[in-house]
């Protein structure tokens, strides 16, 4: 299996996984977040931060467009502006507004894997770790994992919320 193969397949588990998570989700929870700890995010800010977890960083891997304040190529960026604080992040203003979202990142990052395709094994590095080249094939599919991670915690959110969820709704079965 190739890298191309390697990403689409991995790519498509996590995203119809996620949709499936996010067609559970109630608008009147958006505002929901774990009572304890801190710098959490809502329900609302994880489905927007899903929404951009994965396409939208493929296409800084593949095309240098972050998308963050400041110039990654500098180095001018700072900690919180690729690292916010929970509570400044945006929120999904409904569950169809972030399917909608999930949808497009999932297209963007077909196109970004395309665009990359003959590529894959040059060393490319992310504006958080500068000095950490790996191959960016390597770096898109640790995006799946970002993906991936942030799906697991709407499953825990949707669990506290007492949503009947279990292993085959994380894993896009049920």
Known sequence: ????????????????????????????????????GANWMTTGQ?????????GALFRGFVTGDWG????????????EAMF???????????????????AADRELAHRMIAQGADRMD????????PDAPLPLGQQLLAMVNHLNHHKGQLFYYLKLQGEPVNTLHLYGMA
Request: hydrophobic share 35%.
């Open 1 to 36: 299996m190739n890298w191309n193969e390697l990403l689409e397949s991995e790519m498509e588990t996590a995203y119809r996984a996620t949709e499936g998570l996010m067609r559970r989700v109630d608008d009147g929870a958006l505002g929901w977040k774990p009572a304890q």
């Open 46 to 54: 994880l489905l927007k931060h899903l929404t951009e977890s994965c």
């Open 68 to 79: 963050f304040p400041g110039d990654p190529e500098t180095g001018e960026m700072s900690q």
């Open 84 to 102: 916010p604080p929970a509570e400044s992040l945006p929120s999904a203003g409904s569950v169809a507004e972030a399917r909608a979202a999930l």
């Open 122 to 129: 040059e060393p490319t590095s992310a504006p958080w770790a």
